[in-house]
């Protein structure tokens, strides 16, 4: 898996303008109109998209995953808190706007409508979210495929947030491209993921290692196999790590900087916090759901179902046992347009 020094096409249902459109929706929808299946999204005539009992799932895991990455930035939706503020300071002439790519649950567009209630707010995704009672006034989502790009937001928002995307993007520098065009001068980009390397408990990386070699991990296996399926099917599934280099070279970002987190994987680590256990313990989960769920991935790249189960089983045994102690790294980057 690469490092740095900073140690599916969805054209049919692509959003046209920055104005509500065709394909924004409100995720209220009569199911009888029902007639087709697109990348495992239902659809129905006018393009509104329906959520299949994966997507649900999924989703309950990326609400769990947010409450991790909040923790993780000290209970705060974002890093640069003094950046962030002051881009969607109130203003008299226009009304600042907020951008969440890939915004999954719709929990972080959710919770920065609460918190800049001023502002407004748009979430964008290939699958629909899910929310039950009514949408905040000030926020909206839409179906689209960041792979398309966003000339039609042309300096439109403040803030834009992409987070856990990159193993769906094709090209995650050029995307970086299509979010400058994006922000107003003096607006911030967010990016943020985690990787698919795991690290031990003195968190270095762990090799790729084969049954019976000292230090092997079933856990590390299975994140191996899906890392190498997602990066065979075209997803940037590096990019965690060399987004500050390509936020510098750019040209067009000032401010630029960058952190990375260790998280334990289960609460194997002595003397933590209770916030910090309580983040291990939710990673845990998460890891054992997100595990649960690869067997598509990995019997699409030609695994054996026995392989895959076997993999997905084993790794369970280790995270639940705490067998193995682990770490996984989150990279987080961020930068201010020049205005």
């Known amino acids: 898996m690469e490092d740095s020094e900073y140690d599916d096409d969805m054209s049919s249902v692509r959003s046209g303008s920055p104005a509500p459109s065709l394909y924004s929706f409100h995720p209220s929808i009569d199911e ?4 087709r299946n697109v990348h495992g999204r239902i659809l129905n005539s006018q393009n509104e998209t329906y959520m299949l009992p994966a997507d649900v799932e999924e989703h309950q895991r990326l609400d769990l995953q947010h409450q991790i990455y909040y923790l993780m930035l000290g209970e705060s939706l974002y890093p640069a808190p003094d950046m962030v503020r002051t881009a969607l300071r109130p203003r008299n002439d226009y009304q600042p706007a907020i951008f969440d790519v890939g915004t999954g649950s719709g929990s972080w567009a959710l919770d920065m409508a609460k918190e800049f209630p001023h502002c407004n707010v748009v979430g964008v995704d290939l699958a629909p979210i899910r929310v039950t009672g009514p949408l905040p006034d000030n926020v909206r989502f ?15 928002f403040d803030v834009i947030h992409a987070r856990a995307i990159s193993a769906g993007i094709h090209d995650f520098k050029g995307l970086i491209g ?28 762990l090799p790729a290692l084969e049954p019976g070699e000292p230090g ?8 191996f196999a899906a890392y190498n399926a997602m990066k065979s099917r075209g997803g940037s599934i590096d990019s965690p790590s060399l987004t500050p280099r390509w936020l510098q070279e750019n040209g067009h970002f000032t401010n630029i900087g960058w952190c990375k987190i260790f998280v334990p994987i289960g609460p194997w680590v002595e003397n933590a916090s209770p916030r910090e256990r309580q983040m291990a313990e939710m990673l845990r989960t998460n890891c054992l759901i997100h595990i649960n769920g690869m067997a598509p991935l990995l019997l699409s790249e030609g695994y054996f179902p026995e392989t895959v189960e076997k993999m997905q089983r084993e790794a369970a045994i280790e995270l639940q046992s705490l067998q193995v102690h682990l770490y996984s790294r989150w990279n987080f980057a961020w930068g201010m347009k020049t205005p």
């Open 178 to 205: 299509e979010f400058t065009d994006a922000l107003r001068p003096g607006g911030i980009l967010l990016l943020g993921d985690g990787e698919m390397q795991l690290y031990d408990e003195s968190k270095e990386a």
């Open 216 to 223: 092997f991990s079933w856990t590390q296996r299975v994140f």
């Open 32 to 35: 009888r109109l029902v007639l």
């Open 142 to 156: 839409e179906i689209d495929d960041a792979n398309l790009g966003f000339a039609h937001y042309r300096e439109s």
